[in-house]
């Protein structure tokens, strides 16, 4: 059970406005600045539960915004089914509220992410190597996301390796965070976790992340993605320093 304050609920929902404009700016982010901010603010476990539904939702309406949904399905089915059980894995750590050892690995994901995605280099996939790396890229996201909240390691480095096209690269990565959401979701509801007013106010949150999203895809075409990218990469790599900090100190 969390207070919900006035001033608590502000912060929820400038948090998710924020988060929607980094989506619609850059296709992906929103979960990821959630957590982070959300973080700094509630347990990691209420974090997730808020997070749950605007995050389907977005990630819904990016999944279907292409017409190649079933293909890459099939191809990357595998995967998925390794994300569900890694997640269903890793969401013990948050049940368990162990909140000092998930917020120093939130902080860390955080940072992981943001600077191999500034720094490293690009690279491919070879086809023949999919099939075994599809589900153990899965179940590795899987267990960061169930212990997190955060779902883009290492599932966003490897489906950018695999050589799609940019729109199915897109419909890829909603279909990606669309599958680590509803695993999320489950394990936590699995483990009597989601409370009433927890619903009700991810449901609400859907509002300001959605107004975010147009806002970012109005920006968009007013600033370079590389560059807005950037800075919100090194800004989230501070904030997951000062988590990961916070731990230890």
């Known amino acids: 059970m969390i207070d919900l304050s006035n001033s608590l609920l502000i912060a929820v929902a400038a948090t998710f406005f924020v988060a929607g404009i980094v989506k619609?700016?850059?296709?992906?982010?929103?979960?990821?600045?959630?957590?982070?901010?959300?973080?700094?603010?509630?347990?990691?476990?209420?974090?997730?539960?808020?997070?749950?539904?605007p995050s389907f939702v977005t990630n819904v309406w990016q999944l279907?915004?292409?017409p190649s949904v079933m293909v890459i399905v099939r191809r990357l089915w595998t995967m998925m089914a390794g994300v569900m059980l890694g997640t269903f894995a890793g969401s013990s750590i948050l049940k368990n509220g162990e909140t000092g050892l998930s917020t120093f690995m939130l902080g860390f994901a955080l940072a992981a992410y943001s600077v191999y995605t500034l720094l490293a280099r690009p690279f491919q996939v070879r086809p023949q190597d999919e099939r075994w790396l599809s589900p153990l890229v899965g179940g590795v996201t899987g267990l960061i996301a169930g212990a997190t909240g955060v779902f883009v390691i290492?599932?966003?480095p490897?489906?950018?390796?695999?050589?799609?096209?940019?729109?199915?690269?897109?419909?890829?990565?909603?279909?990606?965070?669309?599958?680590?959401?509803?695993?999320?979701?489950?394990?936590?509801?699995?483990?009597?976790?989601?409370?009433?007013?927890?619903?009700?106010?991810?449901?609400?949150?859907?509002?300001?992340?959605?107004?975010?999203?147009?806002a970012?895809?109005?920006?968009?075409?007013?600033v370079s993605p590389a560059t807005f990218k950037r800075c919100f990469l090194i800004a989230l790599a501070l904030l997951g320093l000062e988590m990961m900090l916070r731990y230890v100190l």
């Open 24 to 53: 619609g700016v850059t296709g992906m982010g929103l979960p990821t600045v959630a957590m982070g901010v959300l973080g700094g603010l509630l347990s990691p476990l209420a974090a997730a539960a808020l997070l749950i539904v």
């Open 64 to 66: 279907l915004a292409g």
């Open 154 to 156: 290492p599932a966003v």
């Open 158 to 214: 490897y489906v950018q390796a695999l050589g799609l096209r940019k729109d199915d690269l897109v419909q890829a990565l909603g279909l990606s965070f669309t599958v680590s959401t509803i695993a999320l979701a489950v394990a936590l509801g699995s483990r009597g976790v989601f409370e009433t007013h927890m619903l009700l106010l991810s449901s609400a949150a859907v509002v300001p992340a959605l107004f975010g999203m147009w």
């Open 216 to 222: 970012g895809q109005s920006f968009r075409r007013r």
